[in-house]
């Protein structure tokens, strides 16, 4: 078993995630390859190594020696793939894709040049829609994507990466807990239809009973940068704000500096994931791995 690590990998990710259903999204393979997987290594050991909970799944005592001996070999592992990664010398470009709010509020040029240093080459950055970050995944085109819209593909791992919280912004000064009521109020800016963030919006506003046909909406714009721009260059009306809904992230030096102004739905928070994504070919691509942990390392 020791030559196959694929089996230990399956039975790390599943003990690290207390789940077959998140190993699986995580390896990219289905949960009964999960499962047979397990079934294999406790066949191989004539033991049990893990156990059902109605809450996850909990390591036997066997589990846990065999948690603990994993982990070594995995180490190991990775160590290996640096060192031949440094005899190889693979000079090469990375391709990231991003999608528009993360591209331009989230992954900074800075972000970029360490990320190039972590893994001793050159990274390019790909800004697009979410949908095309995916079809150039599937195209070979990109290597890795960070996406805001979960556009599920079985050809591609998804992994969650950090949550975003989307505020009403205003151009003025507005209560920062806003009523269901107060929304009818505002002059608004709104993404366009079929935008995954309209989609977000309105279904958070039905949920609370709010109809967006009755808003007086000034515009329909494709992007967060408009939306910013529109706002901050719309007249300052105190008795009526423009306002739009907006990532914290982008937003985000505008409030420091007092441009613009946030606001929360009083009993609600907006939020979403963002996610990365790269080919289920790429799963045990050392680049690939070396970019991913450092995005999910905190890093960028």
Same mark, same amino acid.
């Given at each position: 078993m020791l030559k196959d690590f694929v089996k230990l990998e399956t039975f790390l990710t599943v003990a690290r995630e207390r789940s077959f259903s998140k190993a699986s999204a995580k390896l990219g393979i289905s949960q009964p390859a999960v499962t047979q997987q397990i079934k294999f290594i406790e066949k191989y050991l004539a033991c049990k190594v893990i156990e059902r909970k109605k809450n996850?799944?909990?390591?036997?005592s066997e589990g846990e020696e065999l948690y603990k001996v994993a982990t070594r070999i995995e180490k190991e592992i990775i160590a290996s793939e640096q060192d031949i990664l440094k005899i190889i010398d693979k000079k090469i470009t990375f391709r990231l894709g991003a999608s528009y709010t993360i591209g331009?509020?989230?992954?900074?040029?800075?972000?970029?040049?360490?990320?190039?240093?972590?893994?001793? /080459?050159?990274?390019?950055?790909?800004?697009?829609?979410?949908?095309?970050?995916?079809?150039? *995944?599937?195209?070979?085109?990109?290597?890795?994507?960070?996406?805001?819209?979960?556009?599920?593909?079985?050809?591609?791992i998804y992994r969650e990466w950090i949550e975003d919280e989307l505020m009403v912004v205003s151009n003025v000064p507005i209560s920062k807990t806003l009523k269901t009521e107060e929304l009818y109020d505002f002059n608004w800016i709104c993404r366009n239809e079929g935008s995954y963030t309209r989609?977000?919006?309105?279904?958070?506003?039905?949920?609370?009973?709010?109809?967006?046909?009755?808003? /007086?909406?000034?515009?329909?714009v494709s992007n967060t940068t408009t939306i910013l721009q529109t706002l901050k260059k719309s007249e300052r009306n105190p008795e009526?704000?423009?306002?739009?809904? *907006?990532?914290?992230?982008a937003v985000a030096d505008e409030v420091a500096n007092g441009e613009l102004f946030e606001a929360r739905l009083r009993g609600y928070t907006m939020t979403r994931k963002f996610y990365i994504v790269y080919s289920k070919a790429n799963k045990h691509n050392a680049y690939v791995d070396n970019v991913v942990n450092y995005i999910l390392a905190g890093h960028c």
């Open positions: 996850g799944i909990k390591l036997t331009t509020y989230i992954i900074p040029g800075q972000c970029l040049n360490t990320m190039g240093s972590a893994i001793n /080459n050159d990274v390019s950055l790909d800004i697009d829609h979410s949908e095309a970050i995916i079809a150039k *995944l599937k195209d070979r085109k990109l290597d890795v994507g960070l996406i805001e819209s979960p556009v599920m593909d079985n050809d591609l989609r977000v919006v309105t279904e958070v506003f039905e949920e609370l009973g709010v109809s967006c046909k009755s808003f /007086n909406v000034l515009s329909e009526k704000p423009v306002v739009s809904i *907006l990532s914290r992230h």
